[in-house]
C-alpha cells in the first residue's frame, strides 16, 4: 500500500507550475496528506556572488519578490486549504532553486515532490539546464513530475500505467511501485522493454548489425525474464501486459506511451551524477523531459512510500 504523509510542491508561479499544482492537490485529498507549498526566492542565481556587490539595490529587489511570493503563497492556500488536509507554506532565500528545493525536502522529510516541468531542449535546455531534472537525479525521495501542456488534461484514474524495464534492480522496485498505484487505481500495467537494435562494432566483421540477427530468440528471453520481474517483485496482483521493442530506449518509451494511451509512467532513476552522468546521460531524465503524461521517478535506495 502506498502511504504519503508529507508533499512539497516547488512552485515559480508559472503556467507549468500551476498544472502541476493541481495533481499535488489531488494527492493530498486522496492520502490526507499535509501539503508543503514552497518557492524558493533566486534572484540572479547565475550571478549572484558578483551582483550582491554591484548592484546595492540587490536586497531591496529580493524584500519585493519576498512580499509578492508570499501575496501568491497566500492565494494559494486560500484557494486550496481544505478540511481534508493541511497546507504548509514556506518562503526561502537561495542561490539556486534545486538545492533549495532538496534541502528543504530532506529537512521535513518529504514523501512525495510534485512539480512541473517545461520539456524544453535544445540551446535553451544546454544552457539553462532544468530545474525539473536536477531534482529527478538528487531526490532520496519520488517525484512526480507534469510536463507543460497548451491545454492542462484533466486529472482522472490511472488507466494504463507504463513502467519501462530493464532487468536491473531499479526495475524491480518501479514494477512493486507501479503494482501498488495500479490497485489503488484498479489499472493495467504496461511492462516495456527496449532492446537496443544495433549491435556493437566488435561483432561488424559476421555481417550482422541488428541484435536481434544476433541473438534470434533474444524477445522470447526478454520475455521470460519479464514474467519473472512481474511474479518476484512485491505487491498485489493486477493484469499486466508485455511489450517488447527494438529501438531507442527513451525516445520510443515516449513513443509507446503516446500511441498507446499510457496516463503515467513509472521509471526508476540511477542518480548518477559528475563525468558518470555526462557521459552515460539518464534515459529517466529524457523521458522526464520529454513524456505526454505524468512521469514517476524513484530509486531503489532512497525513499519508500510502500508500507
Not at 111 to 128: C, K, N, S, Y
Not at 155 to 165: F, S, T
Not at 171 to 187: G, L, R
Request: proline share 4%; hydrophobic share 40%.
Amino acid at each position: 500500500m502506498i502511504k504519503i504523509k508529507r508533499i512539497l510542491f516547488p512552485t515559480d508561479f508559472s503556467v507549468c507550475a500551476g498544472q502541476a499544482l493541481k495533481h499535488a492537490v489531488f494527492f493530498a485529498q486522496k492520502y490526507k496528506a499535509e501539503l508543503h507549498l514552497f518557492h524558493a526566492i533566486t534572484m540572479f542565481e547565475d550571478q549572484a556572488e558578483i551582483l550582491s556587490h554591484e548592484l546595492s539595490d540587490t536586497e531591496k529587489l529580493i524584500e519585493e519578490h519576498k512580499v509578492i511570493a508570499d501575496v501568491k503563497l497566500n492565494e494559494f492556500v486560500e484557494q486550496y486549504g481544505s478540511k481534508d488536509f493541511n497546507v504548509v507554506k514556506s518562503l526561502v532565500k537561495g542561490i539556486s532553486a534545486a538545492p533549495a528545493v532538496l534541502e528543504y525536502a530532506s529537512d521535513n522529510d518529504i514523501d512525495l515532490i510534485v512539480l512541473g516541468t517545461t520539456g524544453r531542449r535544445g540551446l535553451g535546455h544546454l544552457f539553462m539546464g532544468s530545474v525539473a531534472e536536477e531534482i529527478v537525479r538528487l531526490s532520496t525521495c519520488p517525484v512526480f513530475t507534469v510536463r507543460e501542456s497548451e491545454k492542462a488534461k484533466p486529472i482522472k484514474a490511472y488507466n494504463n500505467i507504463l513502467v519501462p524495464v530493464d532487468f536491473s534492480d531499479y526495475s524491480v522496485k518501479a514494477i512493486a511501485y507501479a503494482k501498488e498505484i495500479a490497485a489503488a487505481y484498479d489499472s493495467q500495467l504496461q511492462i516495456l522493454h527496449i532492446i537496443e537494435e544495433k549491435a556493437h562494432p566488435a561483432y561488424s566483421l559476421s555481417g550482422k548489425s541488428s541484435i536481434f540477427d544476433l541473438v534470434p530468440n533474444i524477445e522470447e528471453e526478454s520475455r521470460k525474464k519479464i514474467e519473472k520481474l512481474i511474479k518476484e517483485s512485491s505487491g498485489p496482483k493486477v493484469k499486466s501486459v508485455i511489450d517488447i521493442q527494438g529501438g531507442n530506449a527513451s525516445s520510443d518509451i515516449i513513443k509507446f506511451a503516446s500511441e498507446n494511451f499510457s496516463d503515467l509512467i513509472v521509471i526508476a532513476t540511477h542518480g548518477l551524477t559528475g563525468i558518470q552522468h555526462l557521459l552515460l546521460g539518464s534515459v529517466t531524465e529524457k523521458v522526464v523531459r520529454m513524456a505526454p503524461c505524468p512521469v514517476v521517478t524513484i530509486k531503489p535506495f532512497g525513499k519508500s512510500l510502500i508500507g
